[in-house]
């Protein structure tokens, strides 16, 4: 998809249907909007505690479940200190 | 085809996108497809204390099936040019 | 009257062609209304509005599970793209 091409490569951030945030570097895309992201991982945010990164690894995600994808700033990205970012995790799609 | 018309016209203008999770996106729109998904730059967050997800995310792609609203200004539409665009529609597609 | 204005609508989408330019009511998935002007409007139902007041219908609950009396929260925009997968239904206001 055209709007993406400037991701490739990129750190992107991919927020899911469900409202799971997944971030990685964006290595393929297609007109369906599948992904494939290296080095993903999933940021859980909860509002107790800091957010949780879980590796993922190699990820191939279906078009269908994507809500949006974020190009993400790496500086910026570096400098925030994610274990103190405590929010509700983003709520589903729904209407 | 009007519709996706219409986004073009808003190209490089401010517009905030509120989406079906309740996230509320505002940026300059850089394009649009025929699906209604859209890229936006240099956005932020309406919320960020509530939605602190994209405080390192500066362009986004957004799927046009997760929007529920897009808000403008009003400044940015010609409504007259718009009602008549629709009729041409309407009488052409024998809508 | 009636007979121009079935002369004229002989489809679901013909009411709403006859609302351009005018006021509009909509109900929308999510306990949402909203009303404006029409200015456009597709097959999908997509529209765009102007002078939009929505209202939101919300029904909070409390910590035992009660349901709490309805409240309404509404906010007025000047400019509104809606996306026709939310319409339920779209009606002329007088």
């Given at each position: 998809?055209?709007?993406?091409?400037?991701?490739?490569?990129?750190?992107?951030?991919?927020?899911?249907?469900?409202?799971?945030?997944?971030?990685?570097?964006?290595?393929?895309?297609?007109?369906?909007?599948?992904?494939?992201?290296?080095?993903?991982?999933?940021?859980?945010?909860?509002?107790?505690?800091?957010?949780e990164m879980i590796p993922l690894g190699l990820y191939m995600i279906k078009g269908d479940?994507?809500?949006?994808?974020?190009?993400?700033?790496?500086?910026?990205?570096?400098?925030?200190?994610?274990?103190?970012?405590?929010?509700?995790?983003?709520?589903?799609?729904?209407? | 085809?009007?519709?996706?018309?219409?986004?073009?016209?808003?190209?490089?203008?401010?517009?905030?996108?509120?989406?079906?999770?309740?996230?509320?996106?505002?940026?300059?729109?850089?394009?649009?497809?025929?699906?209604?998904?859209?890229?936006?730059?240099?956005?932020?967050?309406?919320?960020?204390?509530?939605?602190?997800?994209?405080?390192?995310?500066?362009?986004?792609?957004?799927?046009?099936?997760?929007?529920?609203?897009?808000?403008?200004?009003?400044?940015?539409?010609?409504?007259?040019?718009?009602?008549?665009?629709?009729?041409?529609?309407?009488?052409?597609?024998?809508? | 009257?009636?007979?121009?204005?079935?002369?004229?609508?002989?489809?679901?989408?013909?009411?709403?062609?006859?609302?351009?330019?005018?006021?509009?009511?909509?109900?929308?998935?999510?306990?949402?209304?909203?009303?404006?002007?029409?200015?456009?409007?597709?097959?999908?139902?997509?529209?765009?509005?102007?002078?939009?007041?929505?209202?939101?219908?919300?029904?909070?609950?409390?910590?035992?599970?009660?349901?709490?009396?309805?409240?309404?929260?509404?906010?007025?925009?000047?400019?509104?793209?809606?996306?026709?997968?939310?319409?339920?239904?779209?009606?002329?206001?007088?």
């Amino acid at each position: 998809m055209a709007a993406l091409d400037g991701f490739r490569d990129q750190l992107v951030q991919v927020v899911l249907y469900d409202g799971r945030v997944i971030v990685g570097k964006l290595k393929g895309n297609d007109n369906f909007c599948n992904l494939i992201l290296s080095d993903s991982v999933e940021r859980e945010y909860s509002s107790d505690k800091g957010v949780e990164m879980i590796p993922l690894g190699l990820y191939m995600i279906k078009g269908d479940n994507i809500a949006l994808i974020g190009q993400v700033d790496e500086d910026k990205d570096g400098s925030l200190d994610y274990s103190e970012v405590m929010a509700e995790p983003l709520a589903e799609i729904r209407y | 085809m009007l519709i996706f018309s219409f986004f073009k016209t808003l190209t490089d203008q401010v517009i905030t996108v509120e989406l079906k999770n309740d996230l509320c996106i505002t940026g300059t729109l850089k394009s649009v497809d025929q699906f209604l998904n859209i890229r936006l730059d240099g956005i932020r967050v309406e919320d960020p204390e509530r939605h602190p997800h994209m405080l390192a995310v500066k362009n986004v792609f957004i799927r046009g099936s997760v929007v529920r609203y897009v808000r403008m200004a009003a400044r940015a539409v010609d409504t007259t040019l718009l009602e008549d665009a629709t009729r041409r529609e309407a009488h052409n597609t024998g809508k | 009257m009636e007979d121009a204005v079935n002369a004229t609508i002989s489809e679901p989408l013909d009411i709403v062609k006859l609302s351009l330019g005018e006021r509009v009511f909509m109900k929308m998935r999510g306990d949402r209304t909203i009303t404006g002007t029409l200015h456009a409007y597709d097959a999908h139902m997509n529209v765009v509005l102007s002078n939009v007041e929505e209202s939101i219908h919300i029904v909070d609950v409390n910590e035992d599970g009660i349901p709490q009396a309805p409240r309404v929260e509404r906010r007025s925009l000047e400019m509104l793209f809606v996306r026709g997968d939310g319409v339920i239904l779209l009606s002329p206001t007088q």
